[in-house]
C-alpha cells in the first residue's frame, strides 16, 4: 500500500536559517500529498497539500513540490522563526478506498532564538 | 468556532475500566475519522464514517474498541477493558464527501491507562 518515509529529527535551527524535511512516497497512481503540522499540546493543522505531479504547495512561508521522477515532497521554508518549533508529518491517502491518511513518524523542530 | 472537538480533552483511567470519548466534526461534513497517535509516531488510522455507515476498520481496532457515528453527526470511540497499551492520544478528524480528501483534526483526547 501507500506508505511515506519521512527524515527523522529532531532538527535543531537558529532563527532565519533555511529549513528541508525531506519526505518521499511509495504509492499506486499520483495521490494528492500533504503536510501536517503540530503544535505542542495540539492537534494535526493541515500546513500544505499538492494533488499532481509538479505541483507546488505553500502557506505561511512553508513550500513543498510534488516530484513525480524523485518521489518526494519535501518541506522547505527560507527563513524560520521561533514560532515554527513544531512537529511536521508527512502524509498521502492509503487504504481501500484511499479514505484515511498515511503518515510519517513526524520530524521534530526546534527554532532557537 | 466551527472547527472538530472532542471531548474530553485528558482522561485517567485505571486498566481494566471502560472509555468513551466523543467527537463532533464540522457541521457540513460527512466523512469523519478516528486515529490514535502514540508518543513519537505519526497517527495510525483506526476507522472511517461515511455519515452513520462505518465503512473501514483498522486491524488496529481489536474487539474491545467500538465506534458508532449513530445519527451522521457526532461520533463515539469506546474501549472496553482498558489496557495499558491503550494508552495513547486519539485523535479525530472530518472531511468533505469528495474532493482531495483533505482532513481537518479535532485537539484529540490523551488518555493515560495506569
Known amino acids: 500500500g501507500n506508505s511515506v518515509t519521512q527524515m527523522e529529527g529532531p532538527v535543531t535551527l537558529s532563527e532565519e536559517a533555511f529549513l528541508t524535511i525531506n519526505c518521499t512516497y511509495t504509492a499506486t497512481g499520483y495521490p494528492s500529498l500533504f503536510w501536517y503540522v503540530q503544535y505542542p499540546g495540539e492537534g494535526l493543522q493541515l500546513l500544505l497539500k499538492a494533488t499532481k505531479a509538479d505541483d507546488k504547495g505553500s502557506n505561511k512561508g512553508f513550500e513543498a513540490t510534488y516530484r513525480k521522477e524523485t518521489t518526494s515532497f519535501h518541506l522547505e521554508k527560507g527563513s524560520v522563526q521561533v514560532s515554527d518549533s513544531a512537529v511536521y508529518f508527512c502524509a498521502l491517502p492509503s487504504g481501500a478506498g484511499s479514505y484515511q491518511l498515511t503518515f510519517g513518524k513526524g520530524t521534530k523542530l526546534s527554532v532557537i532564538p | 468556532d466551527t472547527g472538530v472537538s472532542q471531548d474530553p480533552r485528558h482522561k485517567i483511567t485505571k486498566r481494566g475500566q471502560n472509555v468513551t470519548f466523543r467527537c463532533d466534526p464540522i457541521?457540513?461534513?460527512?466523512?469523519l475519522y478516528w486515529y490514535r497517535q502514540t508518543l513519537g509516531q505519526g497517527p495510525e488510522f483506526l476507522t472511517y464514517?461515511?455519515?452513520?455507515?462505518?465503512?473501514?476498520k483498522s486491524r488496529l481496532l481489536s474487539d474491545r474498541f467500538s465506534a458508532e457515528r449513530p445519527k451522521g453527526s457526532f461520533s463515539t470511540l469506546e474501549i472496553q477493558r482498558t489496557e495499558q497499551g491503550d494508552s495513547a492520544m486519539y485523535l479525530c478528524a472530518s472531511s468533505l464527501l469528495g474532493g482531495l480528501n483533505e482532513q481537518f483534526f479535532g485537539p484529540g483526547t490523551r488518555l493515560t491507562v495506569l
Open positions: 457541521s457540513e461534513h460527512n466523512r
Open positions: 464514517f461515511q455519515n452513520e455507515a462505518q465503512l473501514e
